[in-house]
């Protein structure tokens, strides 16, 4: 995006060349702005392609227009008849815009236009993620594209074993009662997990970890690490099936006898080595924090 500086520079003098010689305080402000117009329509591309993802990039852009838009006017409220050109925000605009479009084009292949080409595997005509044909013209995880006729057509399919767009599953079938339904869809009472998806019904306390279940330590206790739910409770951590859990002394977590966690297993701070709270000491917070 480095080339935008020269490209710009050229392209914008013509743009708002006088042939007064003398002092155009009014052209210097508006030359200024279509600067930071310039380098900011160029970050704004840099860092959706930096990144991969330049849903962001049309807010982005608007954000730096509407500054352009304000300086400019600002200067031909201030200067007025002292400015050597009028009402020509538009026109610089289209300028600024054509040259940012024109290299960004180039380094995309023209990506979003949606015509496949060159290294494109589609292009739906957009640089949205999620649709199927990635910001970047790749075809996302779980969908497939029609390229003929452009612009590229994408969708998910039920029944793949791969579990794209709004599938809540998908089992490799279109069978409705095995817990991953005929559209997808996680049925009533299952718990649906990977891809392709094994579907199963949850049986908490039976200490079998099972999809859908954070632990299983045999009970449909609380206070034990694994509650009710067999979900790892707050302070916890648990391994294993059947689940053994535990706090861990010095992680920040005040969980099970802990009498305080202030992220280490030093004695003398006032949460000692076996986070328990030290005579002459208070402890609030996580991690504690002892006074």
């Keep these: 995006m480095k080339t935008l500086t ?8 013509l743009a708002l060349v006088t042939s007064a010689g003398a002092q155009d305080k009014c052209g210097a402000v508006k030359m200024k702005a279509s600067g930071k ?3 900011g329509l160029a970050t704004c591309y840099a860092k959706g392609l930096a990144h991969g993802d330049l849903s962001f990039v049309s807010t982005c852009t608007a954000a730096v227009s509407g500054k352009f838009g304000v300086a400019f006017d600002r200067a031909e409220a201030k200067f007025g008849p002292a400015c050597l050109t009028h009402t020509d925000k538009g026109d610089i605009e289209d300028v600024i815009d054509m040259c940012t479009t024109t290299i960004f084009d180039a380094l995309r292949h023209k990506c979003g236009d949606g015509v496949v080409q060159g290294s494109e595997a589609c292009d739906d005509g957009d640089i949205t993620n ?17 390229n003929s006729p452009p612009p590229s057509l994408c969708a998910s399919q039920c029944g793949d074993g791969l579990v794209a767009s709004n599938e809540g599953c998908d089992d490799g079938n279109t069978t409705d009662g095995d817990g991953c339904s005929a559209t997808c869809a996680i049925e009533a009472g299952y718990a649906c997990c990977g891809e392709p998806s094994g579907c199963v019904v949850p049986s908490c306390g039976d200490a079998i970890v ?5 632990c299983d330590d045999g009970n449909t206790l609380s206070g034990d690490g694994c509650d009710a739910t067999c979900s790892v409770e707050h302070g916890y951590g648990c ?6 859990c535990a ?11 802990e009498g305080c966690d202030d992220g280490n297993m030093a004695d003398g701070d006032g949460g000692s080595a076996t986070c328990q709270v030290e005579a002459g000491f208070s402890c609030a917070g996580e991690p504690s924090v002892c006074m």
């Design 130 to 146: 999620g649709d199927g044909c990635s910001a970047v013209c790749t075809i996302e995880h779980g969908f497939y594209c029609d």
């Design 247 to 257: 706090t861990t002394c010095g992680d920040g977590l005040i969980g099970g006898a």
């Design 6 to 13: 020269f490209s710009l520079a050229m392209a914008l003098s």
């Design 210 to 214: 099972t999809c859908g279940e954070g």
């Design 37 to 39: 117009k310039a380098a």
């Design 239 to 244: 391994i294993g099936s059947p689940s053994a």
